[in-house]
């Protein structure tokens, strides 16, 4: 069993800045990949950004390339999400995902899902 444990959401002016954090406990956490998922209002879980279990590889979607950073800790079992340049569009929960799938961007490759941190980007 993994628990995960997002914070760091809140309210932001567009063109702000964010970091979101994940702490994983219960499992070995440098073996697995890890990613964030946003969900907004009445539309489907979409990928953000996922980061393998050395750290070494990461992917992005198109619409956070450049704004947004995914990093890992391994030795204090977290990963974050610094986001930058932020837009109205990026407002949804962000939800952090652990997996053992080999560069997950689908979020039928978790496993585990944390309960999810509310971001919103005021105009």
């Known amino acids: 069993q993994v628990q995960l444990v997002e914070s760091g959401g809140g309210l932001v002016q567009a063109g702000g800045s964010l970091t979101l954090s994940c702490a994983a406990s219960?499992?070995?956490?440098?073996?697995?990949?890890m990613g964030w998922f946003r969900q907004a209002p009445g539309k489907d879980r979409e990928f953000v950004a996922s980061?393998?279990?050395?750290?070494?590889?990461?992917d992005y979607a198109d619409s956070v390339k450049e704004r947004f950073t995914i990093s890992r800790d391994n030795a204090k079992n977290t990963v974050a999400l610094q986001m930058n340049s932020l837009k109205p569009e990026d407002t949804a929960v962000y939800y952090c995902?652990?997996?053992?799938?080999?560069?997950?961007?689908?979020?039928?490759?978790?496993?585990?899902w944390g309960q999810g941190t509310q971001v919103t980007v005021s105009s």
């Open positions: 980061i393998s279990g050395s750290g070494g590889i990461t």
């Open positions: 995902g652990y997996t053992g799938r080999w560069r997950p961007t689908r979020a039928s490759d978790y496993s585990y």
């Open positions: 219960g499992r070995t956490f440098r073996s697995y990949a």
